[in-house]
């Protein structure tokens, strides 16, 4: 500790620039606390929470379940290795695979890396099963995180282009496009790779109807379908996977984000098809580690006793309405995309970073992608009086922009 460490006084802000890299663009917010559907930041403002840390936080904070289960199994086991078994693990496996349709499921620690494990998986099994093709078909505006297998995955240049050369073996297709999709498959094909709704390019949905028909496609042409249900999982849009809405389960499914409640961890289901790992091929120290896995059971135990998935498509309605009833009172609110609790509201106009800003100053925290769209990702158990509230200050937000805009 040969540099002085900084003074009382510093804010937060020139702390993180002196000792953080620089690889976000941080609000001018400290959080402290929370509970529910609020937090309160550093100094002392009490907040409704919309982004949930970016889909993860499903049962709110500082939920007594999940606080309980983690307080719990710390006083058991924090960490074994997966040299040996363990009882949260198999328990989460058995919930997961109840869940969401026959499968084996791997463990890790974020999207990222059930993503790498995805392509893993579909790699192997291409090799094995059509000839060594090695091809995965992903979409344009597809998000699926940081690491440089993920990244190949991911068709964002800014993403993708200053850690170029990237892992080839990767063709990128217009999201909705089934013709494309279609044309783009020959024999080198080993797996289409999608998310049932795009998160990270504003909440864009694939159109009712094209999950069933990619599904029908991927078994004609014998390649496996890949969800990547990081984001769309865990009841947030209404059902517990997205898939589920069309009945169109995939051969492979990749899990994070809400699956522990806010602990780190990620997962992959593989149908029986798609299973092909053998001693050997894939691991991970912490992955499926007990503490997380308890906190993760405990997730899934609480969505289902508190009928949280079914709550989020009955308030994600009601949010939707009340957001749109907002654009029809004057607010530049051009429509309301995605299901359930997870909603883009794409504007009028190019204001939506200037909104985010505006509405912490009103108590709200939303967050902007892009410049037309203000992504909606709240705790499932966010209720109908946040959710007026939040209208309510994003009403005020928005006045604030608009005056701000008058007086430029
Ligand atoms: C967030 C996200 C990821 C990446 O997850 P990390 O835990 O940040 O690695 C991958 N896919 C989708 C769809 C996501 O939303």
Redesign the pocket.
Known sequence: MSAPLPTANATLAERAKAALMDTYQRQPLGLRHGSGARVTTTDGREMLDLVAG??VNVLGHNHPALRAAIADQAARLIHTSNLYYTEPQLELAELLIASAFPSRVFFCN????A?EGAIKLARKWGKAHRDGADVIICAQGA????TLG?LAATANRRYREPFEPLPRGFVHVPYNDIGALETAIDSTTCAVML?PIE??SGVLPLEPGRLAAIRSLCDERDILLIL?E???GMGRTGRWWAHQHEEAAPDVM?V??GLGGGVPI?AILAAPRADVFEPGDHGSTFGGGPLACAAAVAVMRTIADEDLVRHAAEIGDYLAESLSALGERGAPIAGVRGRGLMLGVALSEDVAPKVAAAALDAGLIINAVGARTLRIVPPLVITRDDVDEAVQRLSTAFAAVERAEEQA
């Open positions: 970016i889909a974020s999207g990222a890396e993503n998000f699926h995180g940081r993920a998310e998160g990270e990547d990081v984001q769309t990749t994070a984000k990620g």
